[in-house]
């Protein structure tokens, strides 16, 4: 991370006042953003790592970029920058001596799995992956389009949502560029699969998608922990738990099944509807469309029940990571960050299948453009390395983290509830 580390700080909101001049800090300089900001390419999320919020950009970006990160250098050499001040040795606290120390182990991690090829892509795995999705989405459109039958139907709807779901893993490793290695054609592949087969906006994924790996579980950071007035996964999240809640949050845990479908048709109809009026991207345009054409041949009711299928698998395992772990408002070492707020789910076989890889959620948010099939090498040394420095490696099973998650749903819920109560009886 540099010669410099910056002490943690509470954490307020984001300061995007256009006339204050905005740094961030990297590998010891402090950068000025302000103009850049506006146009950073990943989104908005380069308004986290604002120095004066008491951030260090160093590992984010060069996790972020690891593909790119010569071309990130180029563009930095053209900012302002100034050095970071020094802390004499003498002065230094225990806090940022533990940080230096795990900042040094990670990146020497970092260096020995990228050595070793583990960041390098297999065409041959991008090629059985895609070939699944296409083989199971040809036969749920058979089975659709072909049968009267309502059981066969039904069949078809199961076989096409699954289609759907494997193109969901496959998207959003595309959308870490992490799929062939190549920015331009894994966006393609997200593009056209999440589109003609998800009716989905690749453009709204990836914006979304990096606010929740640039700050997990992060109070008012991270966009996954707050589907209000819906779900909650921390009354954290709240500016105000008694004013805020809702019913709907107070009884969450019987609207579980219910969020997931909404989420999936929200982002569906409205995130991708204004994505494509605001980007105007034809690629976008040709993608969607050629969705609504196949829904227009498979009929409608089995087009909603693909999707409300959909929805419940998706909603069901991306939740199983992060939502019963607990969130924060201060500023993280981004190792410290991913073992304490992410959890990996039973590392099998059959588990990587269902959940598409994203049961090693810590490998993932550590090394965010490692293709994900290859995680499960690195598992070892970082379940190691969490050891070292005396930081949690949490490993569920699939059981226990559903379990986990509805438990956790229950208690936020019984919290407002509670909350709630107090208040009407004063």
């Known amino acids: 991370m540099g010669p410099y580390q910056h002490p943690a700080t509470e954490n307020g909101p984001v300061d995007t006042n256009e006339f204050q001049t905005k740094e961030i800090l990297y590998d010891g300089y402090h950068y000025d953003v302000t103009t850049f900001a506006r146009r950073h390419p990943g989104g908005r999320e380069i308004l986290y790592y604002f120095t004066e919020a008491g951030e260090d950009a160093t590992i984010p970006i060069q996790q972020f970029h690891g593909r790119a990160i010569e ?43 990228k050595a070793e090829g583990l960041f390098e892509p297999s065409y041959i795995h991008v090629t059985y992956r895609i070939a699944e999705i296409l083989g199971l989405a040809a036969l749920g459109y058979y089975l659709l389009t072909r049968f009267t039958s309502t059981w066969i139907k039904f069949l078809g709807c199961f076989i096409f949502s699954m289609a759907q779901g494997r193109v969901e893993w496959v998207q959003h490793e595309a959308g870490h560029f992490s799929m062939t290695g190549i920015p331009k054609f894994d966006r393609l592949i997200q593009t056209y699969l999440v589109g003609i087969l998800m ?36 009354k954290e999240a709240l500016e105000d738990p008694i004013k805020d809640q809702t019913f709907t949050l107070r009884n969450q845990v019987y609207f579980g099944p219910f969020l997931g479908i909404t989420a999936g048709f929200y982002v569906l109809l409205w995130e991708t509807g204004k994505c494509l009026l605001k980007y105007r991207i034809g690629a976008e345009f040709i993608a969607v469309g050629i969705h609504y054409v196949v829904a227009y041949q498979i009929g409608v009711w089995p087009w909603i029940l693909s999707h409300i299928m959909l929805s419940i698998y998706l909603s069901t395992n991306f939740a199983l990571s ?37 049961n090693y959620q810590i490998e993932h948010h550590l090394f965010p453009t490692m293709p994900q099939f290859r995680n499960r090498l690195a598992v070892d040394r970082v ?17 226990e983290a559903v379990m986990k998650t509805v438990r956790n749903a229950a208690e936020v819920g019984n919290e407002l509830k509670s909350l709630y109560e107090n208040k009407c009886q004063q």
Not at 383 to 399: C, D, N
Request: aromatic share 12%.
């Open 383 to 399: 379940r190691a390395l969490a050891e070292k420095h005396g930081l949690p490696y949490h490993v569920f099973s699939y059981k």
């Open 71 to 113: 071309k990130v250098h180029g563009i930095m050499k053209s900012l302002k920058r100034r050095p970071a001040k020094e802390i004499p040795d003498n002065c230094v606290d225990e806090e940022t001596k533990k940080n230096r120390a795990l900042t040094e182990d990670f990146t020497k991690l970092y260096l020995e799995l």
């Open 199 to 234: 009716g989905w906006s690749g453009i709204f994924w990836r914006r979304h998608h990096n606010l929740h790996h640039a700050m997990t579980q992060r109070v008012h950071r991270d966009v996954d922990i707050d589907f209000t007035p819906i779900f909650l996964t921390n």
């Open 322 to 358: 992060h939502t019963h772990l607990p969130v924060t408002n201060k500023p993280t070492h981004w190792v410290e960050h991913g073992l304490v707020h992410t959890a990996d789910i039973e590392q099998r076989p059959w588990c990587d299948w269902w959940m598409g890889y994203l």
